[in-house]
């Protein structure tokens, strides 16, 4: 059974603030990492597509990173703004069967 | 907006019934995915279709089909319901079946059985 553990499970910060999360997979047999962010009421929203170890990927204030030989992804998102808050989800992909297995997210709200 | 749409939005029914999702990928993607999202449970993935060939299966029951049509419109028919049953059901869809391509959702069907 695939393990893929989001820490922490819900964070709250200040408006400006900058946070990271992390993600953790089994580092044996890995084809790709997802990012997605899902706002409430509405649907997931792809934010990277991860392959190779060192991958490093940036949108706007929204970075990551990824490290296949540890089995651990980091998003980090600089200066959170209020629209920031939402669930963060990764997703771990195997590439022996088709299928993304997703971990339960970390829950960003921001505060002005 | 994705560009993935998914009919209905809401279906609410009782144990025992069948109901038919269904579900329209972007224009140009071959690959439709559908997941589940239960309470207290994340996002689990049911089954992939591309190009009207079924590619993946998952998580699903047998009391579940799917199918992907020439036009590349899938149906995911969920049949003989339980109150279990009631969640969020997402399609996704890619250009290709490939892991590194991006999957984009809809907008989802919240599905309650009562």
Redesign the interface.
Same mark, same amino acid.
Not at chain 1, 31 to 46: D, F, I, N
Not at chain 2, 30 to 47: C, E, H, K, N, R
């Given at each position: 059974i695939l393990n893929v553990e989001q820490s922490p499970q819900s964070l709250h910060v200040q408006e400006g603030d900058s946070t990271n999360f992390t993600c953790s997979f089994p580092s044996s047999n890995f +084809? @790709?990492l $997802?990012w +997605?962010r899902w706002e409430t009421a !509405?649907?997931?929203? @792809?934010l990277f597509?991860m %392959?190779l170890n060192g991958d490093e990927k940036k949108k706007g204030r929204i970075s990551a990173t990824l490290n296949t030989k540890e089995g651990y992804s980091y998003l980090y998102i600089k200066g959170s703004q209020p629209e920031d808050s939402a669930t963060y989800?990764c @997703?771990f $992909?195997t =590439?022996t @069967?088709? !299928?993304? %297995?997703? =971990?339960? =997210?970390t829950r960003l709200q921001v505060t002005l | 907006d994705s560009g993935v749409t998914q009919t209905p939005k809401h279906l609410i029914t009782a144990t025992g019934q069948r109901v038919t999702l269904r579900c329209s990928p972007r224009s140009g993607d071959l690959s439709v995915y559908w997941y589940q999202q239960s309470l207290d449970q994340g996002l689990q993935f049911l089954i992939q279709y591309y190009n009207g060939e079924e590619r993946a299966k998952g998580n699903i029951l047998e009391r579940f089909s799917a199918q992907q049509f020439p036009d590349l419109h899938s149906e995911l028919n969920l049949s003989s319901l339980e109150l279990g049953d009631s969640a969020l059901y997402f399609c996704a869809s890619s250009v290709g079946p490939a892991v590194q391509e991006t999957q984009y959702f809809g907008p989802g069907t919240r599905l309650l059985v009562l």
């Amino acid at each position: 059974i695939l393990n893929v553990e989001q820490s922490p499970q819900s964070l709250h910060v200040q408006e400006g603030d900058s946070t990271n999360f992390t993600c953790s997979f089994p580092s044996s047999n890995f +084809y @790709a990492l $997802h990012w +997605y962010r899902w706002e409430t009421a !509405k649907s997931p929203e @792809a934010l990277f597509v991860m %392959t190779l170890n060192g991958d490093e990927k940036k949108k706007g204030r929204i970075s990551a990173t990824l490290n296949t030989k540890e089995g651990y992804s980091y998003l980090y998102i600089k200066g959170s703004q209020p629209e920031d808050s939402a669930t963060y989800l990764c @997703a771990f $992909h195997t =590439g022996t @069967a088709s !299928k993304l %297995t997703f =971990g339960t =997210g970390t829950r960003l709200q921001v505060t002005l | 907006d994705s560009g993935v749409t998914q009919t209905p939005k809401h279906l609410i029914t009782a144990t025992g019934q069948r109901v038919t999702l269904r579900c329209s990928p972007r224009s140009g993607d071959l690959s439709v995915y559908w997941y589940q999202q239960s309470l207290d449970q994340g996002l689990q993935f049911l089954i992939q279709y591309y190009n009207g060939e079924e590619r993946a299966k998952g998580n699903i029951l047998e009391r579940f089909s799917a199918q992907q049509f020439p036009d590349l419109h899938s149906e995911l028919n969920l049949s003989s319901l339980e109150l279990g049953d009631s969640a969020l059901y997402f399609c996704a869809s890619s250009v290709g079946p490939a892991v590194q391509e991006t999957q984009y959702f809809g907008p989802g069907t919240r599905l309650l059985v009562l």
